[in-house]
C-alpha cells in the first residue's frame, strides 16, 4: 500500500495550490481520506476529510477557503487551496482510514511573499 502527495510549493499569500494524494495497493473507494499539516515546532493538525461517500469536513482554520474532493476511479483525493496564508505553511499529508490507517510522505506547502 501507497500513498503518495504531491502539488506542494512556494506561493504567495493569497494564491491557491491544489494538492493531490493518490493511493495504490488498497480498495480506496472503501476509505475515508484525511489532509493533516505539520508546521516548524507545531503538532500535527486535522485540516479536512473527506468520507468514502464523499462528504467533507473542515478545520474551521480553513473552511470556506480549502476544498477536499476525491476520485475514486483514480484512487484520488485533492485538496484545493485557496486564498492561502503564511499560516497556512506546513508540510502536508493525507492518511487513508479503513481497516487499517495508511500514511503518505508529506509535500512542503509554504506561503510567503
Known amino acids: 500500500v501507497q500513498l503518495v502527495e504531491s502539488g506542494g510549493g512556494l506561493v504567495q499569500p493569497g494564491g491557491s495550490l491544489r494538492l493531490s494524494c493518490k493511493a495504490s495497493?488498497?480498495?480506496?473507494?472503501?476509505?475515508?481520506v484525511n489532509w493533516y499539516r505539520q508546521a516548524p515546532g507545531k503538532e500535527r493538525e486535522w485540516v479536512c476529510k473527506?468520507?468514502?461517500?464523499?462528504?467533507?469536513n473542515y478545520a474551521g482554520s480553513v473552511e470556506g477557503r480549502f476544498t477536499i474532493s476525491r476520485d475514486d476511479a483514480r484512487n484520488a483525493v485533492y485538496l484545493q487551496m485557496n486564498s492561502l496564508k503564511p499560516e497556512d505553511t506546513a508540510v502536508y499529508y493525507c492518511n487513508a482510514v479503513y481497516a487499517e490507517i495508511y500514511w503518505g510522505q508529506g509535500t512542503q506547502v509554504t506561503v510567503s511573499s
Open positions: 473527506i468520507y468514502s461517500g464523499g462528504q467533507p
Open positions: 495497493g488498497l480498495t480506496f473507494s472503501n476509505y475515508a
